[in-house]
């Protein structure tokens, strides 16, 4: 019955019917199940403190049908458990494991089971015992993208054996494909015939890596076949979906799969090898089958944020469609805001970065996890944060039909202005990860995410970078949550020449042309109180024109109302007038410069718009 705690030193043989409810049911003696075992609410301890040194079988089940178990602890003292190799029976927990003392030789007949994106079983702190060659799963949602991914297992197995589910193809043909078990594994490439334990891909590209500390960079993992997973080695890997995917086509929709591995779980300590090297980034493993507070882990040497890698929901994800870096400020309440859906919190099977300080002259960089660091949803306390007295401008970029759709903006930058803080870069700003594709960053000797500075000087110069365009049709969104003391922020186009007044919030469309000037890294930039850039009036008003090349059509977006706007060709000729629209036509005017200055109920703007 639930809440009553049975305990067994006496070998169990169940041959009929066994339901253990919401109860504590401790074995210290072997078991073996013939008939049904219902533990699917219930806690399984093996062993007692007190155990005596000997050996118990787990003999989960002669069926193929696994057996659900809600917790289990292992606290068998010098005794050890088991599993039954020849059994087919599985035992799968669904909520938490805890190794006390003993050992449990799990035989691969024991499951940690993750089915969704918030259900992994966990390994909760533990103070000791040894769990060995267990299973653990990881549930990889629905899209094609690159996951950064760790182990929490050192594998009894090969790469090919655990994520590959022991098979790889030789050919590229669909017929060719090797899929045994569905909605399990995934195609790991880097050949063309299937050599080394890889997928056979037609362009036989790279889909596992690992992160050269050395060398700052990626390098692809040499095989699958030979190489075993490794508890604290960080990986990342192209998740498709599950192996049924068509190799063949890069235009193949993506399935949910679970990536299983197998091996021996680490409990205790464990300190990564970091980069040596002022400013290094280190590709860090959550060692841990369990979320673990990094704002807990002790560490030295660090900047105080941690890049996290942000893959996305699914295929149909406009904004990022392979992914992108996230930032988490580890003293700022929720990670601050370019941590998107992530904070402190590491969940398990999760990979992040870290970077060194610029300055190591008295201290060597290093992290230790410990078994005290993990937490649980249950246990999760609120960690003192700094409370901040910045002004910041969140400056975003977005693709424009996904800003007008309410989407996420393909990437964004943070500055921060206070008086304790020096302009000139150093560890306390962040430093710029790229994504694979847009990317925005903040020019300050190198390029910056998060960039810390002291109030803005008159006249002063915030450089800005924009690269890796995927589109032709842009927004800028900047938020400035406060005004600056004595300072006036403004958006410089340098392609454009025009120079837009940042109030609370800008939002200024733009246009790109893969052929032109408009996609230069350097095209925009924040000026604070300005000087001429021979233009007689500063746009003072929140409005912008897209898109900036046109083939003929022009968007004027504005919080206020249009309500009158003139077009004039290079020579001051007007060419074209209209009332209160917000849509302009000039498809009929030859290519050229064009100037339209823009009535609206809280003034008037003029905007350079280039036709080709």
């Given amino acids: 019955g639930d809440g009553v705690t049975m305990i067994s030193q006496s070998d169990v043989n169940n041959q ?64 050890s458990f088991t599993g039954v190799s020849s059994s087919s029976g599985i035992l799968r927990v669904t909520e938490s494991l805890e ?34 060659d267990i299973v653990v799963e990881q549930y990889i949602p629905s899209k094609r993208a690159f ?12 790469i090919h054996a655990n994520l590959q589910e022991g098979q790889n193809n030789v050919g590229t043909g669909t017929s ?12 790991i490439t880097g050949s063309t015939t299937g050599d080394n334990g890889f997928d056979a891909s037609v362009s036989g590209s790279p889909s596992m890596f690992l992160f050269n500390q050395t060398d700052q960079s990626w390098e692809a993992v040499p095989n699958t076949n030979e190489d075993q997973l490794k508890v ?36 205790g300590p464990h300190s990564p090898t970091l980069a040596t090297g002022a400013g290094e980034f280190s590709f860090i493993a959550n060692p841990y089958q369990a979320i673990v507070d990094y704002s807990l882990v002790t560490k030295s040497g660090l900047t105080k944020y941690a890049w996290m890698w942000e893959a996305g929901f699914n295929d149909d994800d406009d904004a990022n469609p392979r992914g992108k870096y996230a930032v988490v400020e580890l003293d700022i309440e929720n990670g601050g805001p370019l941590s998107r859906l992530f904070s402190t919190y590491i969940l ?13 002259s008295s201290v060597t960089p290093s992290l230790t996890f410990e078994e005290a660091d993990k937490t649980v949803e249950q246990s999760i306390v609120n960690t003192p944060f700094s409370t901040s007295t910045d002004i910041t401008s969140h400056i975003k970029l977005y693709k424009a039909d996904v800003y007008q759709d309410g989407g996420n903006s393909s990437d964004a930058a943070l500055l921060r202005f206070n008086s304790n803080y020096t302009t000139q870069a150093d560890s306390e700003d962040a430093t710029k990860m790229w994504n694979p594709d847009e990317n925005i960053a ?56 025009t120079l837009t007044e940042v109030d609370s919030k800008l939002v200024y469309g733009f246009s790109v042309d893969q052929n032109t000037d408009s996609k230069n890294q350097d095209r925009f930039s924040l000026v604070f109180k300005p000087v001429s850039l021979g233009q007689d009036d500063f746009e003072s008003l929140s409005l912008s024109a897209y898109p900036n090349p046109t083939e003929g059509r022009v968007n004027i977006e504005t919080n206020s109302t249009v309500e009158q706007i003139e077009v004039f060709d290079i020579t001051g000729k007007l060419v074209y007038k209209a009332s209160e629209t917000s849509t302009v036509d000039i498809h009929h005017l030859n290519a050229g410069v064009y100037l339209f200055q823009i009535q609206t109920s809280e003034g008037t703007s003029t905007k350079k718009i280039i036709k080709y």
């Fill in 232 to 267: 604290g080695t960080a990986y990342r890997l192209m998740a498709r979906g599950d192996r049924s995917i068509d190799l063949s086509s890069n235009t193949s929709p993506s399935t949910e799969t679970t990536l299983r591995v197998r091996g021996d779980l680490k409990i």
């Fill in 442 to 497: 903040v020019v300050n000797q190198g390029y910056r995410v998060i960039d810390k500075r002291n109030f803005p000087e008159e006249e002063e110069i915030i450089p800005l970078a924009l690269n890796n365009y995927r589109g032709s049709d842009y927004h800028l969104e900047i938020e400035l949550s406060a005004a600056l003391p004595g300072s006036t922020m403004y958006l410089r186009d340098a392609y454009l020449e």
């Fill in 147 to 158: 996951r950064l991914l760790a182990s929490p297992v050192n594998s009894t197995g090969t």
């Fill in 176 to 187: 060719d494909n090797e899929n045994d078990i569905s909605g399990y594994g995934t195609h």
């Fill in 16 to 79: 009929g019917t066994f339901k253990v409810g919401a109860s504590i049911f401790t074995l210290d003696a072997s078991l073996t199940n013939t008939g049904t075992l219902d533990l699917t609410t219930a806690t399984l301890k093996l062993g007692t403190s007190i155990s005596s040194t000997k050996t118990n079988t787990l003999g989960i089940s002669s069926g193929s049908t696994p057996i659900p178990v809600n917790q289990l602890i292992l606290d068998a003292n010098t005794s």
């Fill in 348 to 360: 398990p099977g999760q990979s992040f970065f870290v970077q060194n300080a610029d300055d190591l």
């Fill in 99 to 132: 190794s006390k003392s003993g050992t449990l030789d799990a035989k691969g007949k024991i499951v940690l089971v993750n089915t969704t994106a918030t259900d992994a079983a966990q390994v909760v702190e533990s103070s000791g015992g040894a769990v060995k």
